[in-house]
C-alpha cells in the first residue's frame, strides 16, 4: 500500500500545459492529485477538501501565488500546510521571499521530473512524521489519564476536571464510593481475581452512570463520579440505580460492601480539590460505620 496515497496533493497554477504534466509524472507515482488553475479556485477547494500539500505557481493572474500563501498562513485551517513554489525566477531575493512568506520549498521550471518527485517525497515524508508524532503524543495523553487496571480516568484526571469547572464557575455534585475492606478480598480471592472484581466494578458504575458524568477510579478501591446540573433527589436516585446494578451482578453482588458521600461543589464557595480530599478523609469513618447509607455533604 502506498503510503501517501490517503494525503492530497493541491497543485495550483494557470498554465493547463503546467499542471497536466505534473499531475502526470505524479499520478504515476500513485499520488492523489486535485488541481485548480486560480487562486480562488484553490480557496474554494481548500474549504471542502483536506489537503496535504500544496504545489503553488507564482505568477498567476490576480492573486499572485505570494499573495495566495500569505492568504494560507493567515488562516487557521490552512496555516500548516506546506506549500511547495513552482518558479520560473531564480533570483535569490524571489527565492528568499518564498521562505519568508512561509513556503517550505520552490521548484525551478522548467521542472525537472526526479527533482520534483524528490522534493514532494521529502515534505510528505515529513507530513507522515509529524502524523505519527501526533498519533503517540495522543496515546500518551490519554495513558497519562487513564486507570490502567479499570480504563476509568484517574485521580489526575479527575483533579484537573474539578479545576476546570472551578475556573468556568460550574457547581457539581461529587459520588465518591469506596469498596469497604478490599484488603479482605485480596486475601479471600487473590490478586487477580480481585483485580477482576475492581474491573468489573468499574465497568457497572461507568455503564449506568449518566452520560455526560466522568468516572474516575481515584486510588485502590476508591471511585468518584463527577456530575453536573442535577438535583439532590436526582443524585440520590441515581446512587439507588447503581447499587441495583452493582447487586445485578453476580461477581459484586454478596462479595463487596460499599458506602458512598455525595459533595455538592459550589463555584461561589471556592472549594479546592485538596479540600474535597479532606471531606473523604474527614467522613470516611462515617462511611465505614453506615456501611452502604449515603452521606450527602452540601
Not at 484526571?157 to 455534585?173: A, D, P, R, V
Amino acid at each position: 500500500m502506498n503510503a501517501y496515497k490517503h494525503l492530497k496533493i493541491l497543485i495550483v497554477d494557470d498554465e493547463t500545459i503546467n499542471i497536466e504534466l505534473a499531475s502526470i509524472y505524479l499520478e504515476n507515482e500513485d499520488f492523489t492529485i486535485v488541481t485548480a488553475k486560480s487562486a480562488q479556485d484553490a480557496l474554494a477547494i481548500l474549504s471542502k477538501e483536506k489537503i496535504a500539500l500544496i504545489l503553488l505557481d507564482v505568477n498567476m493572474p490576480e492573486i499572485d501565488g505570494f499573495t495566495l500563501c500569505s492568504m494560507l498562513k493567515a488562516e487557521q485551517k490552512s496555516k500548516d500546510i506546506p506549500i511547495v513554489f513552482l518558479t520560473a525566477n531564480q533570483d535569490i531575493k524571489h527565492i528568499t521571499h518564498a521562505f519568508e512568506i512561509g513556503g517550505a520549498d520552490y521548484i525551478t521550471k522548467p521542472f525537472n521530473i526526479l527533482e520534483l518527485k524528490a522534493r514532494i517525497r521529502v515534505q510528505l515524508q515529513n507530513i507522515l512524521y509529524m502524523e505519527d508524532i501526533k498519533q503517540k503524543q495522543s496515546k500518551l495523553a490519554q495513558l497519562s489519564i487513564t486507570d490502567q487496571l479499570t480504563k476509568l480516568h484517574n485521580a489526575f484526571y479527575f483533579e484537573s476536571y474539578i479545576k476546570t469547572l472551578q475556573s468556568k464557575k460550574q457547581n457539581c455534585w461529587i459520588l465518591y464510593i469506596k469498596i469497604h475492606h478490599f484488603e479482605k478480598i485480596n486475601q479471600l480471592y487473590g490478586f487477580h481475581n480481585a483485580n477482576k472484581i475492581l474491573r468489573t466494578f468499574a465497568n457497572v458504575i461507568a455503564k449506568n452512570s449518566y452520560k455526560n458524568a466522568i468516572v474516575s477510579r481515584l486510588f485502590g478501591a476508591h471511585f468518584a463520579i463527577v456530575t453536573k446540573t442535577y438535583t439532590q433527589e436526582d443524585m440520590q436516585k441515581f446512587y439507588k440505580h447503581l447499587l441495583d446494578a452493582i447487586a445485578e451482578e453476580k461477581i459484586l453482588n454478596n462479595t463487596i460492601h460499599i458506602a458512598a458521600m455525595l459533595i455538592y461543589t459550589e463555584s461561589t464557595k471556592k472549594t479546592s480539590v485538596a479540600d474535597i480530599y479532606k471531606k473523604m478523609q474527614k467522613n470516611l469513618v462515617k462511611l465505614e460505620e453506615r456501611g452502604r447509607q449515603l452521606l450527602v455533604i452540601t
